[in-house]
């Protein structure tokens, strides 16, 4: 089933920071994030599997929830460079993206 | 440090014609995945396989689609009988291997954007 994301279009100044939520009804095998530059194909960022995980560096990292039910990707200090469409993910074999969160980072 | 290619980059077919789009994976990937995306949406799954074999093609509409994944060449993905609505950007990723206990990283090529007129 296809996670649901949001919030569904964020506008920030640079060096402000974003959180971004995927949630599903029923818990989920992994998360993935990816970022979508317009024009461009999406790139990986990060996985996460295990219930309370938290994965990545001090400026972009992800959490997973105990349940594996949600999942959140923060962004912190933000800059230009971020601004793209942040999509979620999850697999069982067949592989359901979010509906994606736009980003756009503002001098 | 050859990443997932795919050709062509743009495709342009008249209402009724086939369209086959091409996809290589990273070196050392044994795994495709199929993606078609609407302008301004979201990526939508289509179809996962591996060598000689399809493991999920849930999203793949019945009719007038199909791919493959030969021993030797690329993965295709091969759309009959073209109607507006399949213009899209169609993206492929692969991935070194399919495990059900775990879940690998997806890289993606660079679309091709079909355009039908």
């Known amino acids: 089933q296809q996670p649901v994301q949001s919030p569904q279009a964020v506008i920030l100044r640079e060096g402000e920071d974003a959180v971004i939520n995927c949630s599903s009804s029923?818990?989920?095998?992994?998360v993935h994030w990816y970022r979508q530059k317009h024009g461009e194909a999406p790139v990986f960022l990060m996985i996460?599997?295990?219930?309370?995980e938290q994965k990545g560096h001090e400026k972009i990292s992800a959490s997973f929830n105990e349940k594996k039910q949600q999942s959140s990707l923060y962004l912190t200090a933000s800059q230009l460079s971020y601004s793209g469409t942040y999509f979620c993910?999850?697999?069982?074999?067949?592989?359901?993206f979010g509906s994606g969160t736009k980003l756009n980072v503002k001098p | 440090n050859a990443g997932v290619m795919q050709n062509p980059r743009h495709l342009v077919r008249r209402r009724g014609q086939e369209a086959r789009l091409r996809c290589s994976p990273m070196?050392?990937?044994?795994?495709v995945y199929w993606y078609r995306q609407l302008p301004e949406e979201g990526l939508k799954f289509m179809v996962y396989l591996q060598k000689e074999n399809i493991i999920d093609e849930s999203g793949m509409p019945k009719e007038r689609f199909s791919a493959e994944f030969p021993k030797e060449g690329p993965s295709i993905l091969r759309i009959q009988q073209v109607v507006r609505g399949d213009s899209a950007a169609y993206f492929c990723?692969?991935?070194?291997?399919?495990?059900?206990?775990?879940?690998?990283?997806?890289?993606f090529g660079p679309g091709t954007r079909l355009t039908v007129t």
């Open positions: 990723a692969s991935s070194p291997y399919f495990d059900p206990t775990y879940s690998y990283e997806q890289y």
């Open positions: 993910g999850t697999d069982l074999a067949e592989f359901y």
């Open positions: 070196k050392g990937h044994s795994h």
């Open positions: 029923k818990a989920l095998y992994s």
């Open positions: 996460l599997l295990k219930g309370g």
